[in-house]
């Protein structure tokens, strides 16, 4: 059967972890292959509503094995949380069910602290981080400085590992930030409090992905935030600090061998951003707290408020190509129905000449919006199932967004539960 990747194709929170949760029905294996705890998807189904972080969408699924794969940023102490509270709503998780990556690299507990440290130096120039220590672990895990999951099987090897990585990063705490060091005996209550708690997860999920490909079994692949926030194709320096694009799902997972034959792109019937950077078709006043309050638009990780817009074509084109989408989940559109006219981003101008090209990071800073508007449809559409049952202006709306990207639209969502869902036969779209 055929592999698919579930992807963001703007600036993160699209709804990819309701699809996920949706079209895990039809994969044996679903893998969250780059990220860590530092975003949330929101999955709502017969066991209740979850804030999943690092935890796969598919974990709901009986039957359905879950991977944490070797891309992603494994923080034990917040993972044993987060399983806590799956098991706590009725969720069982078992090393059948949850499979940790042994080459999957372990956030320290430095990391958290360091991405708390460098947010209180840049002060008002802030990134806008979570602090949950992801820019820190990335940095590490590519310099090198950072031990395996795996390693918990080796624990002599493991302490002396840990402690040339805390002489190192000893250094910087104390000499650049002035903060406390760490001791082994922290450490060693680290290890000891989380990680022998996930070890009995841990395992070669790069064979367990191999024999299942082999055994003719489908696998899908699960994205944290959006294009727009790839570490190599996204707003830099807004960026995550990973690769949230469909084609690094294969060496994430550890599977780099995979064909990703469906590329799902997950669109907002409007925009939202969360933290800093440049948000060209962004909102203000009264008319985006409106949408922020008609979509709830709170971070599930932090609570914060999110920027809102209109729908941006040209940053959702660009998303669309980066992410090689084959086809596209619109969410939401349940959200604009109390709007009378509903304004789409079509084009930016960027030094007074209009453009449907995504500009180059610096230039974003410069760029307007330019915003035509739609009908409204004013009707509530969260019951409609079928597309010719949604209002004309509603259908419309969708016709409009599908031509404008240049790819077919094959669902549409019109509210958060799992049933909530308009399928489109790919003839139609
Ligand atoms: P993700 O990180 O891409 O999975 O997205 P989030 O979970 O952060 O954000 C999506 C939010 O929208 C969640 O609160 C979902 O429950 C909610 N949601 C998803 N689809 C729909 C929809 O079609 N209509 C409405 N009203 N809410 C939705």
New binding site residues.
């Given amino acids: 059967m055929k592999n698919c990747a579930i992807v963001?194709i703007n600036w993160?929170?699209?709804?990819?972890?309701?699809m996920v949760d949706l079209m895990t029905e039809k994969f044996d294996v679903v893998v969250r292959f780059q990220g860590g705890g530092n975003?949330?998807?929101?999955?709502?189904n017969e066991h209740g509503k979850f804030?999943l972080h690092l935890l796969p969408?598919g974990i709901f699924r009986k039957g359905t094995v879950n991977i944490l794969g070797n891309g992603v940023a494994l923080d034990p102490q917040n993972l044993l949380k987060e399983m806590q509270e799956v098991i706590d709503q009725g969720v069982p998780l078992t090393p059948e069910n949850l499979k940790i990556s042994d080459r999957a690299s372990l956030l320290l507990p430095w990391h958290r602290d360091l991405d708390e440290l460098e947010e209180q130096r840049l002060a008002d120039k802030k990134f806008g981080s979570t602090k949950q220590g992801i820019a820190p672990f990335y940095s590490d895990k590519y310099q090198k400085k950072t031990v395996l999951a795996g390693e918990l099987f080796y624990p002599e090897e493991l302490k002396a590992h840990l402690a040339d990585l805390m002489e190192w990063k000893n250094l910087t705490l104390t000499k650049v930030y002035g903060a406390e060091p760490y001791t082994m005996e922290m450490l060693e209550e680290w290890i000891d409090n989380y990680c022998e708690q996930i070890k009995p997860f841990v395992c070669d999920t790069g064979a367990f992905l191999k024999d299942a490909q082999s055994a003719g079994k489908s696998i899908l692949f699960e994205a944290?935030l959006g294009s727009l926030r790839d570490l190599d194709y996204g707003i830099h320096p807004y960026t995550t600090s990973s690769n949230t694009t469909a084609a690094y799902a294969p060496i994430g997972s550890g599977l780099p061998s995979a064909k990703v034959d469906d590329i799902v792109g997950?669109v907002k019937a409007y925009s939202t951003c969360v933290g800093e950077g440049p948000f060209v078709c962004e909102m203000f006043g009264e008319e985006a707290e409106e949408l922020r309050k008609a979509?709830?638009e709170y971070?599930?990780k932090t609570g914060r408020p999110r920027r809102v817009g209109p729908i941006d074509l040209v940053a959702t084109r660009y998303g669309i190509e980066v992410q090689g989408a084959t086809e596209i989940t619109l969410?939401?559109?349940?959200?604009l129905s109390y709007m009378d006219k509903i304004p789409v981003c079509s084009h930016y101008t960027v030094n007074g000449e209009q453009t449907d090209r995504f500009p180059f990071p610096v230039l974003l800073n410069s760029a307007k919006p330019v915003i035509e508007y739609m009908d409204g449809w004013k009707t509530d559409i969260?019951g409609v199932r079928r597309f010719e049952d949604l209002p004309v202006a509603a259908q419309e709306y969708v016709l409009y967004v599908e031509k404008e990207i240049g790819c077919p639209i094959t669902y549409v969502?019109?509210?958060?539960e799992r049933e909530?869902i308009i399928v489109r036969k790919k003839e139609q779209a």
Avoid at 12 to 18: A, M, T
Avoid at 331 to 335: E, P, S, Y
């Fill in positions: 963001g993160g929170d699209e709804g990819k972890g309701r975003a949330g998807h929101t999955v709502i804030a969408s944290q997950v979509g709830n971070g599930a969410t939401k559109l349940d959200v969260s969502s019109v509210g958060p909530s």
